[in-house]
C-alpha cells in the first residue's frame, strides 16, 4: 500500500514563476503581466522587469507630471538583474516614498551656483532684462546661496539673507531681488529638483511706499531746459517719453521698421512685445511726428534704432540733469506717470488708456493713477464739502435769526 505524499507549502515566490512558465521567452508583444504589483514582459529582446507605482498625491518622473491616483509603470530593467526578493523591496521603497509624496527619483546633487548659471543661459533667449538678471544672481545669489545644495536652501536661509540686504538697500530693491530669487527656485520646482520654494514662507518685506513722484510745470519745464543744453538728443528723448507713455526699455528697441503710416494718414508705433508680453501699437500725436523727423535728420541712415542710446548714456545724462537742473528725486519712469496722469486729468477713457499704456487691466491705472484724479471722486468730496458749508450756512442764520427774534420780544416787554 503507498503512502499519499504529504501537500507541501508552495514556494513563496511561485505566482512570479507561474509567469516565466505560462509566457515562454519572446511571446509577449503588448504590456507586461503583474503579480501584486511587480510585471513581467518576456519580449523579443529578453525579459524586462517593470513595478506600479499609485500615486495618491501625484508626482514628477523623468521629467513628466502625473495627476493624483495615476498608477505609474516603472521599468527597471533586465530581469534577470534582479531576484524576486529584491524586487519587492524595491517596489515598496518606492511606493513608500509615493505615499509620503516624496520625489521618486533620486536626483543629482545640484549647488544653487550651478543652477542658477544654467537658468541663465535659458533666460538669454526669453528675458528683455537679461543683464539685470545675471547682476543680481552673480553679485547678491550665488555668494549667499551659491555652495550650497539647490534642496538645502531654507526659510531661514533667506531670512537671514533678506535681513543683511534690507541693511544695505531699500525695501523696494530689496523685493525685487527676492523675486528673483523666488523665480529661479520656483524654475527648479517645476523641474522636480525641490519640493517646495522656501521663498514662500519667508518673512514679508515691510516699509515699501508706492512711488507718486508728480513733476509741477516749473519743473518739467527746467529739465527740458536744462537736458537741451546738456545734449538735444537727450531732450527729444524725455519728451518722446513724455508724449508716448513708454518705458525705457521699450523706447531703447524702437526700431524704424516699428514705424507704422496707416492708409487713413495716421501714423503709429508698434511694438512687437511688451512687459506684458503682448503687442500693442502707439499713435503718434503730432508733437511725436515733430521727434521722429528730428531724429530721421539726426541718425545716420544705416542705424535701425529710433534712439541709438545706451542705458549708461541715459543714467549719466539723467544724472547731469539733477545736479545742473537742481531739480532732484526724479527719475524717467516719471514722465510716464506724468503721461497717464494728464490724460486721465483730460477725460481719457481708463480702459482705453490700457492700450496705449500696455497694462494687462485697469488694476494698475486705478491703483497708481486714477486714485489722484478720479473725477467721481472729486466730485463726491466736492459735493460732501458744498452739503456741510451749507448747512453750517444754514445753521447760522437760523441762530442769526433766533438771536433778532430774542431782541425783538424783550424790546416789546419793555414797552
Not at 511561485?14 to 516565466?20: H, N
Request: include cysteine.
Amino acid at each position: 500500500m503507498s503512502t499519499k505524499k504529504p501537500r507541501g507549502r508552495p514556494r513563496r515566490y511561485s505566482e512570479y514563476e507561474q509567469i516565466l512558465q505560462d509566457f515562454p521567452a519572446k511571446s509577449m508583444t503588448k504590456r507586461p503581466i503583474y503579480i501584486n504589483n511587480i510585471g513581467i514582459f518576456r519580449g523579443k529582446t529578453g525579459d524586462t522587469a517593470y513595478l506600479k507605482i499609485f500615486l495618491r498625491h501625484g508626482g514628477i518622473y523623468k521629467g513628466k507630471s502625473y495627476p493624483k491616483n495615476h498608477c505609474l509603470e516603472v521599468p527597471v530593467g533586465k530581469l534577470g538583474s534582479w531576484d524576486w526578493s529584491k524586487l519587492e523591496v524595491e517596489r515598496d521603497r518606492l511606493q513608500g516614498k509615493a505615499d509620503r509624496n516624496e520625489p521618486l527619483e533620486d536626483k543629482e546633487a545640484v549647488t544653487f551656483k550651478e543652477y542658477a548659471e544654467r537658468w541663465l543661459e535659458l533666460a538669454k533667449t526669453r528675458q528683455r532684462s537679461y543683464l539685470t538678471s545675471k547682476y543680481a544672481i552673480e553679485n547678491n545669489f550665488i555668494p549667499a546661496f551659491g555652495h550650497k545644495d539647490i534642496t538645502d536652501i531654507t526659510v531661514r536661509d533667506i531670512n537671514e539673507w533678506q535681513a543683511k540686504r534690507l541693511g544695505k538697500v531699500k525695501p523696494a530693491t530689496a523685493l525685487r531681488d527676492k523675486a528673483m530669487l523666488k523665480a529661479v527656485l520656483n524654475s527648479a520646482l517645476r523641474e522636480g529638483l525641490i519640493q517646495r520654494n522656501p521663498c514662500m514662507a519667508t518673512d514679508r518685506i515691510r516699509g515699501i511706499q508706492a512711488r507718486l513722484r508728480y513733476w509741477t510745470e516749473d519743473e518739467l519745464l527746467t529739465v527740458i531746459k536744462t537736458a537741451e543744453k546738456i545734449d538735444p538728443h537727450f531732450k527729444d528723448y524725455i519728451l518722446w517719453a513724455l508724449h508716448s507713455a513708454m518705458r525705457r526699455s521699450e523706447i531703447l528697441r524702437m526700431e524704424w521698421v516699428d514705424l507704422k503710416r496707416l492708409p487713413n494718414g495716421e501714423t503709429k508705433i508698434h511694438l512687437p512685445t511688451s512687459k506684458s508680453d503682448k503687442p500693442r501699437q502707439i499713435p503718434c500725436s503730432s508733437q511725436m511726428l515733430e521727434i521722429l523727423t528730428h531724429q530721421r535728420n539726426r541718425v545716420p541712415e544705416a542705424q535701425t534704432r529710433i534712439f541709438p542710446i545706451s542705458p549708461k548714456t541715459i543714467q549719466r545724462r539723467m544724472e547731469e540733469v539733477r545736479n545742473i537742473s537742481g531739480v532732484e528725486d526724479i527719475n524717467l519712469h516719471d514722465l510716464r506717470t506724468l503721461n497717464i496722469t494728464y490724460a486721465l486729468v483730460a477725460g481719457v477713457d481708463p480702459k482705453t488708456l490700457t492700450g496705449i499704456t500696455g497694462h494687462k487691466d485697469l488694476q494698475m491705472i486705478q491703483k497708481h493713477y486714477s486714485i489722484v484724479v478720479d473725477k467721481a471722486l472729486n466730485e463726491a468730496s466736492q459735493k460732501s464739502g458744498n452739503y456741510i458749508d451749507n448747512l453750517l450756512k444754514e445753521a447760522e442764520e437760523n441762530a442769526k435769526k433766533k438771536q433778532e427774534n430774542d431782541s425783538n420780544v424783550i424790546v416789546i416787554a419793555a414797552e
